[in-house]
């Protein structure tokens, strides 16, 4: 079994195994959580055009909600609309792999390299998707890499349909 920091550089190189050992371990549930909050912190000091620690801590607390959102319509897209015969997950599964794939998000913080930044922004946003298609894969015993792939987008619509839609109530 590989030590938190193992499976963070594990993860970051794409190790399939890696991604296979956080989701049969349920420990590892507080690691994934932690690598979120400290990728959606790397984002947050890498990507902001403010310094303001209430902002970072409003990105970390959104990056955290954002992530259990994820996890759980990858869990309802993977197992009851697109499940293969030998798909079988849980929830914890989902956040575990998927925690871990936002690790490539701490070199959000590349962004603020003059010259640099925006392309270091999109290949961490590249790499973020890649790491996360592994995850979904994994996590839900896909053999299909496409599916994985269709699971990944079309939950990603989804989020994106419910935070544009939550963003348009007037505030009260």
């Known amino acids: 079994m590989l030590d938190f920091p193992h499976r963070i550089v594990g993860a970051l190189k794409l190790q399939v195994p890696v991604y296979e050992e956080v989701e049969a371990d349920a420990r590892a549930t507080r690691q994934a959580l932690a690598v979120v909050v400290i990728s959606s912190m790397a984002t947050g000091i890498g990507v902001s055009r403010t310094s303001s620690i209430r902002s970072l801590i409003a990105g970390a607390l959104a990056a955290l909600l954002g992530w259990l959102i994820w996890a759980g319509l990858t869990y309802l897209i993977g197992t009851k609309i697109l499940p293969e015969p030998q798909t079988k997950s849980n929830v914890g599964e989902l956040l575990r792999t998927t925690g871990f794939a936002s690790s490539p998000a701490m070199f959000h913080l590349l962004a ?16 973020m998707l890649v790491a996360m298609v592994i995850a979904v894969r994994q996590a839900l015993d896909y053999r299909s890499t496409g ?3 269709g699971v990944c987008l079309l939950g990603w619509f989804i989020y994106l349909a419910t935070a544009a839609f939550l963003s348009g109530f007037p505030a009260r």
């Open 112 to 127: 603020r390299v003059p010259l640099l930044g925006a392309f270091a922004s999109l290949a961490v946003s590249v790499w």
């Open 147 to 149: 599916r994985a792939v």
